[in-house]
């Protein structure tokens, strides 16, 4: 239809015109700038999305640079502690030097000096951006620190519920220090408190009946008026009072033990068949005999050993001989028949049993322990660990400090209350371990094993001089002592570079990590907001194209008027 007021034809057209170049200038936009996602509302949901991915990349960026920051200070470190390392490794082969005799000892403290002091310099100048990991100033010896760490920032992260974290890394000073100042670096003496001298443990695990020998040589008579009397009490002990017998021989006895009537003991042989008569006339026989073997052999022609059979209802396994009397003359060579003779062996109520002495005062420190192992009755074998909160609660106390061996005596009743059947005994400055006969009751055959190891101290070595203290001129440590210590010395060192190595090595894969979190989260954003431009030109030409087609078809639609105005001409 054709009117006169409105040119619907060109209205169309223009319509058609402003689309195409709406769409025209978007696309223009969209290849000038390279985003199709440039304002938020060009797509409210992308662009949130990709402007929070480019704060948290730049975020990544910058815990990169700061984590090479931490790479240059743990290189600078590492490679201080390597020159360290060869160091020490020279010191000790000139300490070796130094055994010699034939050496000029001042010359090679000399040697030693210099090496001290290139030390020195090697810990002080192994400083980044003020930062040493080989100089440290704790305020404190490091054994008695809990935390002394540097920091270094790793990485940047954003959980699920769009909290933010910055990740760091510890570097544990302590163990990399070589210096400090107020002692424990590892080329520094340990605060002596920290050395525990704990003696060594002695164990008698040789246990069986109860005995004792005596020497008889013979002959002797005796006549109708002689005899030798004694008291033999069997299996006495702490715990039980034993059994009592007097025992009489006299020529009765020995005719009757020797099938004779002239009273006399030819030889050892002969004697022990009398005692052992003796023994059963009042009853002994059942709980003692004088045939034992543990001291003296079957075979010996002048030692007999009187033993306890273990069989009396008493807690013990023991043989006691007193109150020994004689009618013969102290002219008469075997006038006690030899029980006064002094035993070669005598054992009573032999147990299990392990000793130590408690040498000095020392300090529990706040990462030391001490640990034994424990078995009764072929238990399973059973660690206890003694630290520094087992000193300060068993005693009271708030320093670690073991000062005595009732002391340890009180620390060991107090981390064993669980394990029943321990007894630790205190005399002056040592302290004795067995197995409680309250709970285990039995000596001798009849004792139960028990096993206590020695008392391990962690660290097991305590130095004890600093590398500029060693003097070859001087006592106060020997050589071989020096080496031990600079080796010790360089084993730390080695420790502490492999714990830097391991800490490069992890700076490294966060890094190389970090880089490419920020590569795949720069292409991630790019699929989200970047145009693409070869879709982008094929729509450029596409709007241009269909602008000129628009212009054309208003110019049409603009040119209809004119037939309409022709009719009133």
Known sequence: MTSILANISAMSALQTLRAVSSGLNETQEQVSSGLRVKVASDNVAYWAISTTMRSDNKSISAASDALGVGAAKVDTAYAGTGAIIDLLTDVKATLVTAREDSVDKAQIQNQISQLSKQADSIVRSSSFSGINYLQTYAGDHINNINELD????????????????????????????MLNDFGGGILQKDDLDYYMPLGGMSTSSFYHEGHEDHYFDGPITFSTTDSVQFDLLIDNSPESAGMSFHITIDKSVIDAALGTNDGEIDNVFQLR???????????????????????????????????????????????????????????????????????RIDHDNMITSSSMNFLWSFKVMLDATISFDLSIDNAPLQTFVIDRTAVDTALGTTDGRISSAADLKTIVDYLVPGFEGLAVSVSGNRLTFQADQAIYPGYGNKAVDFYISSFRPD??????????????????????????????????????????????????????????????????????????????????????TQKQLALQSLQIANSQPQNILSLFN
């Open 150 to 177: 540097d920091v270094v920032v790793d990485s940047f992260t954003r959980n699920v519920d769009g909290a933010t974290t910055i990740n760091t890394s510890k570097v544990d000073l302590r163990k990399t220090s």
């Open 273 to 343: 068949t009398v005692i052992q008569q003796a023994f059963t006339n009042v009853g002994a026989n059942a709980y003692a005999d004088v045939y034992g073997t543990q001291a003296t052999s079957p075979t010996d022609g002048y030692n007999y050993e009187i033993r306890t059979l273990e069989t009396s209802p008493n807690v013990g396994s023991s043989i006691y001989i007193s109150g020994i009397t004689s009618t013969f003359g102290p002219t008469v060579t075997e006038r006690t028949l030899g029980l006064d003779s002094v035993p």
């Open 459 to 544: 660290p097991p070595f305590t130095l004890r001089f600093d590398l500029s203290e060693i003097d070859v001129t001087t006592s106060n440590f020997t050589i071989d002592e020096y080496i031990e210590g600079v080796e010790y010395m360089l084993s730390q060192s080695i420790d502490s570079g492999a714990m830097l190595g391991a800490i490069q090595q992890r700076i490294e894969m966060q890094a190389a990590f970090s880089q490419k979190m920020m590569d795949e989260v720069e292409s991630g954003v790019s699929r989200l907001v970047d145009t693409d431009m070869e879709e982008a030109s094929m729509r450029l030409q596409a709007f241009q």
